[in-house]
């Protein structure tokens, strides 16, 4: 009898200082998906993997950190991808082509993460959607010598008068 008292003390012991981890891990998880910090949230998830993986931990105990998981991860995608997608909009705004095509690259990297994580095919569509507005938002800057097919004049012929103030 004494055994099965011990050993039941023994698994609330495991329980208590798990979710102990677990509780700060989340915390600084969830701090880091709301400030669209992904580096920090990915470590924060692989930490809180490592210490759900003792087989002597119950199942339901389990599967509710796992649920934790995919919600620290799909806030902490989505938040990063909508971040991302606003700086490169920013960088079309202002004619900076390698930012621009560079935070794209990023957004089409992370959002098989996000779609993985729980993020829907709406919010596939939605993305796809604003990334290519963004790949056609920014209009050619002509340099100032002109182009090949149409260089500036360097005397252009004078205006001619404006007849209608005779």
């Known amino acids: 009898m ?4 011990d050993q ?5 012991q495991l329980v208590a ?9 989340f915390k600084t998880g969830m701090e880091a998906a709301h400030a669209a910090d992904v580096n ?8 809180l993997r490592e210490a759900i993986k003792n087989p002597k931990l119950p199942r339901d105990f389990v599967l509710g950190i796992q ?9 902490g995608y989505r938040k990063y991808i909508d971040a991302t997608l606003n700086l490169a909009r920013r960088a ?6 390698k930012k621009k095509f560079a935070l794209l690259k990023t957004v089409r990297d ?5 779609v993985a994580a729980g993020a829907g095919e709406d919010f596939r569509r939605d993305t796809m959607r604003v990334m290519e507005i963004v790949e ?15 260089p500036n004049e360097k005397n252009p012929a004078p205006m001619p008068a404006n007849r209608a103030k005779f």
Not at 8 to 12: A, H, N, R, T
């Open 2 to 5: 004494s055994r099965g008292t």
């Open 17 to 25: 200082s798990t979710r102990r981890r677990t509780d700060v891990l």
């Open 40 to 47: 920090r949230m990915e470590r924060s998830t692989s930490s």
């Open 67 to 75: 649920g934790q998981l995919r919600d620290i991860e799909l806030l």
């Open 92 to 97: 079309a705004q202002t004619h900076d082509d």
């Open 136 to 150: 056609f938002t920014g209009t050619p800057v002509v340099p100032p010598e002109g182009t090949k097919a149409k």
């Open 110 to 114: 992370y959002l098989p993460k996000a």
């Open 8 to 12: 039941l003390k023994e698994m609330e």
